[in-house]
């Protein structure tokens, strides 16, 4: 129950993030979230997916397709919180350049097969991304992505040199190099 409760303050956190500061206006329309990303596939998608509270389906099922599993053609779920939580770091980033994805949803199969994934990964249920942002030192992505999971007092941030691994479990932080 307590964990519940934690994810619900956690989730809060977001949706007061993602609302933004400041006083809007009552007869404003609801804020747009965006995210752009490519994939290893060499797909892009750059949408709204989200408008206010209200996720927009069609921009979901597109992202989905993306973070497929890429060697089997597989997609999974995809948490709309990992899509908060990417385009927030798009956002902190200026939407300059898009997030390239290295591995989303991974199948079991999949995951079993690569010589440093963890046996429990959270990419096998959709809740996690490993992710570059051309042009920009991974440093200063882990960075942010540290920041958000303090900030929020959850996600796990995972630094591999040359990408950036960030999932919507426990809070959690790490550095490994991969050859």
Same mark, same amino acid.
């Given at each position: 129950? /307590?964990r519940l409760?934690?994810?619900?303050?956690?989730?809060?956190?977001? $949706?007061?993030? *993602?609302?933004?500061?400041?006083?809007?206006?009552?007869?404003?329309?609801?804020?747009?979230?965006?995210?752009?990303?490519?994939? $290893?596939?060499?797909?892009?998608?750059?949408?709204?997916?989200? &408008? $206010?509270?209200?996720?927009? *389906? %069609? %921009?979901?099922?597109?992202?989905?397709?993306?973070?497929?599993?890429?060697?089997?053609?597989?997609?999974?779920?995809?948490?709309?919180?990992?899509?908060?939580?990417?385009?927030?770091?798009?956002?902190?980033?200026?939407?300059?350049?898009?997030?390239?994805?290295?591995?989303?949803?991974?199948?079991?199969?999949?995951?079993?097969?690569?010589?440093?994934?963890?046996?429990?990964?959270?990419?096998?249920?959709?809740?996690?991304?490993?992710?570059?942002?051309?042009?920009?030192?991974? /440093?200063?992505v882990c960075?942010?992505?540290?920041?958000? &999971?303090?900030?929020?007092?959850?996600?796990?941030?995972?630094?591999?040199?040359?990408?950036?691994?960030?999932?919507?479990?426990?809070?959690?932080?790490?550095?490994?190099?991969? &050859?």
């Open positions: 129950m /307590a409760v934690g994810r619900r303050a956690a989730l809060a956190a977001v $949706g007061a993030a *993602l609302a933004g500061t400041g006083t809007a206006r009552a007869d404003a329309p609801p804020r747009e979230r965006w995210l752009w990303v490519q994939n $290893g596939a060499g797909e892009e998608v750059a949408t709204a997916y989200r &408008s $206010g509270q209200d996720y927009n *389906l %069609a %921009a979901l099922a597109r992202l989905q397709h993306l973070f497929r599993d890429l060697r089997v053609q597989a997609p999974g779920p995809i948490p709309p919180l990992l899509i908060d939580m990417l385009s927030l770091l798009q956002e902190r980033f200026g939407y300059m350049r898009p997030i390239r994805l290295i591995s989303g949803y991974r199948t079991p199969q999949t995951n079993a097969m690569l010589p440093h994934a963890a046996p429990n990964s959270l990419h096998m249920r959709g809740w996690a991304a490993d992710i570059i942002v051309p042009g920009l030192s991974q /440093a200063d960075t942010q992505a540290m920041t958000f &999971s303090n900030m929020f007092g959850f996600m796990g941030v995972g630094w591999y040199g040359s990408f950036t691994h960030i999932d919507i479990g426990p809070k959690a932080s790490w550095a490994r190099s991969i &050859s």
